[in-house]
């Protein structure tokens, strides 16, 4: 719902991958948490994914099953507005009009266009922007459009994103000082959870989709069991103590478990005579039924028929109408229409 008391925030999901528990700990639960201070906005950046992915089953499907588990992780659609990125035609329109104010050396310097020249450099390819489509350089353009185009004041990222915000935050000062005070310009927040730990993957590196050490937010039963149960871990003896904190098991049952549950664990390995498989199966007993529910209701929102296109719809019409106020505050200062 739009309340014009409070502040905006814009959280963009990208359709690329099916979430884990990193995305649920380190993206959606601090998302969730916006909807109680901010009018909040999330919608899945479909568009985006297009710079990448060559297999429209696979767009659709991941636009769908990302919608899906944000709403089973607790988005209420009845409170915050979710939709997709393609049902809000005027962010390409302002992207046009955004790039037209829009240094290329800006776009030059992007962290994702550097990164795909220096893969090329290492590579000994002589054509640094061998790979590189125009959807890709111009990513931080139509991003900055996503933000403006609701009056965004608030965008939450990760590190990795900070960047993209900053330069969306350039290309409003620069339309406003071409054209006079139209967009608002948007700040960055970070959420605590990265300046914090990160959650262990299995092999105990950050959990990550790029190193294949995930363990799936939908994940059957069976399957987060035998996960769990990989989780590596040292040779300790179960009599001997333990580390709790060198230990991902003990790291992912910290974010998942009550303080009491896991200050109990943490004494029982300090103490020694609590094995790793038995902290596996606590772990396992925290997390299933908390998953659970989570599982169910994306089971349901996924179902041909299901709820889902109507709360996509419904959420594309409020955004629109957010857009198009902005669209036309543009229009009138540009001259255009
Ligand atoms: N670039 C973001 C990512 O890769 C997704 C995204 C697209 C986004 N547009 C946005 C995030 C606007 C915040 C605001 O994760």
Redesign the pocket.
Known sequence: MTDSTRKTS?????PTGDPHLGNLIGAIRPGLRLAESYDALYFI?DY?ALTTIRDAAEIRNYTRSVASAWIAAGLDPERITIYRQSDVPETFELAWVLSCVTAKGLMNRAHAYKAARDRNLEAGDADLDAGVNMGLFNYPVL?AA??LIMDTDV?P?GRD?AQ?VEYAADIAGSFNHAFGETVRVPSSVIPSEETGRTLPGIDGRKMSKSYGNTIPLLAPEKQLKKLVRRIATDSTAVEEPKDPDSSAVFQLLEQFASPEVTADARKRLEAGGTGWGDLKNELFEVLNPQLEPIRERYAELMAPGSDLDEILAAGAVQARARAHTVLTRVREATGIG
């Open positions: 814009l959280t963009g999901i990208k950046a985006h991003m996503d933000i965008v990222v994103q993209h």
